[in-house]
Each structure stands twice: as structure tokens, then as C-alpha cells.
T-cell receptor, first 114, second 108 residues
Framework: DTGVSQNPRHKITKRGQNVTFRCDPI?????LYWYRQTLGQGPEFLTY????????KSRLLSDRFSAERPKGSFSTLEIQRTEQGDSAMYLC????????????FGSGTRLTVV | DAKTTQPNSMESNEEEPVHLPCNHS???????IHWYRQLPSQGPEYVIH???SNVNNRMASLAIAEDRKSSTLILHRATLRDAAVYYC?????????FGAGTRLTVKP
């Protein structure tokens, strides 16, 4: 297994367009997380899945954001009607359930809204 | 969520030990102490974690106070590649919440 994979690495889009990011977690990890990170800040939690169930969503996840993990494997994060404030690094992480297990993060997708 | 307090930045000289402190006075009995680091333009990377006892791995050591209200990440010999933001996080099987971390600068 090569770790958590995120695609694309970079995305430039015009304001108002929709974008979708993909995350492929480590295969035996049943939990998958999405974070957003802006320059100089730590990652901010957005949402997480256990298998295909979305268990928690942050207040940061407005109605323009939606995440899915249809078969409990890969996940997608879609942002509709993008705004300049959505420009950030979007990070995906996966892990096994249980407090003793650490997270494995992907390299992220950098979104620039122009 | 239980919170942690870390210095904003620290400096170290190459090949010297580095002690990165973290205070977590509101830690609960089931919270694990996790440390991650983030190099420029990369996602965070797991470093080490512990519950009550000190822990060692190939990357670092974690010293946990007896009352668990503080911990220290120890890099035994800092290298230029250790320059990163280090995050101390309390974790209890839900979602992991990051603070601003400590930016470590390593001087040659």
C-alpha cells in the first residue's frame, strides 16, 4: 500500500465553479477524514466517515460542501459555487478505529479560486 | 474538546537535542497524547503517541508527566530535515483537532 492518495494535487478554478477532490485511503483503514488548512494555520476538521457512514460534520462545512464515501473505500469532497474564501489546502487522512491508532495523511489538494 | 498549549516557535542547532513542550491540563483519563509534524507543502506526518508511559520510536521520544498534564517531544539530534511545525493533540477515538503547533527552526 502506498499510503493515502489525493487527486488532483493542485486545482485552479474560477469563482462560482464546482470542484471535486478525491481521496483514496489505506485499504484496511475504516475511518476517513477531511481537513482544510489555510496558510499559517493548523488543519481544521471538516468531516469524517466510518466505512460509508458520515459520522460528524463541522460547522465549517457549509451547504456548498458535500462529502461522500459510497462504498467505504475512496471518498470525494465537492464544493459547489466556489468562493475565493474556499482557497486552501484540502487534506485527507485515514486510520483504523480506536484511540491508539495514528492518522496517515495524504499530501493534500491545493485549491485556488480566482 | 480537550485543548493543548504549545509555544509558537522554537529554535535549535543542528545535531543538538530538542525538547518541544506541550501543556494539556484538562486531559481526561482516556485521552491519548499524539504528536504530528508538518513539513512545508506536505500533509501532517505521525510522529509518536502515548497514554501514560514514556514512549520511544525511531523518530523521537515522548516524555509524559506523571499527572499527564504535560508532555515533551524529544528529538535526540535535530537535523535540518526536522524543521517543521509540530502539533501536540489530545485524541480520544473521535476526530482529531489541531492547534497552531510549534514551528521548529533548525540552524546549521
Amino acid at each position: 500500500d502506498t499510503g493515502v492518495s489525493q487527486n488532483p494535487r493542485h486545482k485552479i478554478t474560477k469563482r462560482g465553479q464546482n470542484v471535486t477532490f478525491r481521496c483514496d485511503p489505506i485499504s484496511e483503514h475504516n475511518r476517513l477524514y477531511w481537513y482544510r488548512q489555510t496558510l499559517g494555520q493548523g488543519p481544521e476538521f471538516l468531516t469524517y466517515f466510518q466505512n460509508e457512514a458520515q459520522l460528524e460534520k463541522s460547522r465549517l462545512l457549509s451547504d456548498r460542501f458535500s462529502a461522500e464515501r459510497p462504498k467505504g473505500s475512496f471518498s470525494t469532497l465537492e464544493i459547489q459555487r466556489t468562493e475565493q474564501g474556499d482557497s486552501a489546502m484540502y487534506l485527507c487522512a485515514s486510520r483504523k478505529a480506536g484511540g491508539a491508532y495514528g492518522y496517515t495523511f495524504g499530501s493534500g489538494t491545493r485549491l485556488t479560486v480566482v | 474538546d480537550a485543548k493543548t498549549t504549545q509555544p509558537n516557535s522554537m529554535e535549535s542547532n543542528e545535531e543538538e537535542p530538542v525538547h518541544l513542550p506541550c501543556n494539556h491540563s484538562t486531559i481526561s483519563g482516556t485521552d491519548y497524547i499524539h504528536w504530528y509534524r508538518q513539513l512545508p507543502s506536505q500533509g501532517p506526518e505521525y510522529v509518536i503517541h502515548g497514554l501514560t508511559s514514556n514512549v520511544n520510536n525511531r523518530m523521537a521520544s515522548l516524555a509524559i508527566a506523571e499527572d499527564r498534564k504535560s508532555s515533551t517531544l524529544i528529538l535526540h539530534r535535530a537535523t535540518l530535515r526536522d524543521a517543521a511545525v509540530y502539533y501536540c493533540i489530545l485524541y480520544n477515538n473521535n476526530d482529531m483537532r489541531f492547534g497552531a503547533g510549534t514551528r521548529l527552526t533548525v540552524k546549521p
